[in-house]
């Protein structure tokens, strides 16, 4: 008897040991492709605020805040980052010439991020999703933005996380 639950014991440590590396890998973080064939991980960006903008093609409002966030991202700091997707799941060549003939300059993702901060999709465009310097949801912007309005919100979350550090 002793033996038998020595061995079940033996037996349920294996068991636990053997799944270890399983669970380290079903929690790796995403790596998500650019269309310029770069590649990033929100977890290395942590430290800036980030603006993951939704557009489509067909979007005239998106057409109006491009210029915005194009303006933004030529001036950004290394606190700021601004990244694109496409709401429509365009991919490939299809994805480069809508990219090129709205006119934008930041980079855009082939893929949509937003499960991994937990923000539901709204349907409304544009759509910009705000994430903290630490790497969290901060809040969802819908409608058209302008530079000043996307600058005041970096600028409150920078301020922020430098009079944290420094307390």
Same mark, same amino acid.
């Given at each position: 008897?002793?033996?038998?639950?020595?061995?079940?014991?033996?037996?349920?440590?294996?068991? #636990?040991? !053997?799944?270890?590396?399983?669970? *380290?890998?079903? +929690?790796?973080?995403?790596?998500?492709?650019?269309?310029?064939? %770069?590649?990033?991980?929100?977890?290395?960006?942590?430290?800036?605020?980030?603006?993951?903008?939704?557009?489509?093609?067909?979007?005239?409002?998106?057409?109006?805040?491009?210029?915005?966030?194009?303006?933004?991202?030529?001036?950004?700091?290394?606190?700021? #980052?601004? !990244?694109?997707?496409?709401?429509? *799941?365009?991919? +490939?060549?299809?994805?480069?010439?809508?990219?090129?003939?709205? %006119?934008?300059?930041?980079?855009?993702?082939t893929t949509d991020?937003?499960?991994?901060?937990?923000?539901?999709?709204?349907?409304?465009?544009?759509?910009?999703?705000?994430?903290?310097?630490?790497?969290?949801?901060?809040?969802?912007?819908?409608g058209p933005?302008?530079?000043?309005?996307?600058?005041?919100?970096?600028?409150?979350?920078?301020?922020?996380?430098?009079?944290?550090?420094?307390?």
């Amino acid at each position: 008897m002793i033996k038998t639950s020595h061995n079940l014991i033996l037996i349920f440590v294996l068991g #636990l040991l !053997l799944t270890l590396p399983l669970t *380290g890998c079903s +929690n790796k973080e995403p790596t998500y492709a650019l269309i310029d064939g %770069g590649e990033i991980k929100f977890s290395e960006l942590q430290g800036r605020v980030i603006f993951i903008n939704y557009w489509a093609e067909w979007c005239k409002p998106c057409r109006k805040e491009i210029p915005e966030l194009n303006a933004l991202y030529q001036q950004v700091s290394e606190h700021v #980052l601004i !990244l694109g997707v496409n709401f429509d *799941g365009v991919q +490939n060549d299809q994805l480069i010439a809508q990219t090129q003939s709205m %006119g934008i300059k930041f980079p855009v993702l082939t893929t949509d991020p937003r499960q991994q901060f937990g923000a539901k999709a709204s349907g409304v465009l544009p759509e910009t999703l705000v994430i903290d310097s630490h790497g969290m949801l901060h809040e969802v912007l819908l409608g058209p933005q302008t530079m000043e309005k996307l600058e005041a919100i970096a600028n409150k979350l920078t301020a922020n996380k430098l009079s944290t550090l420094e307390h």
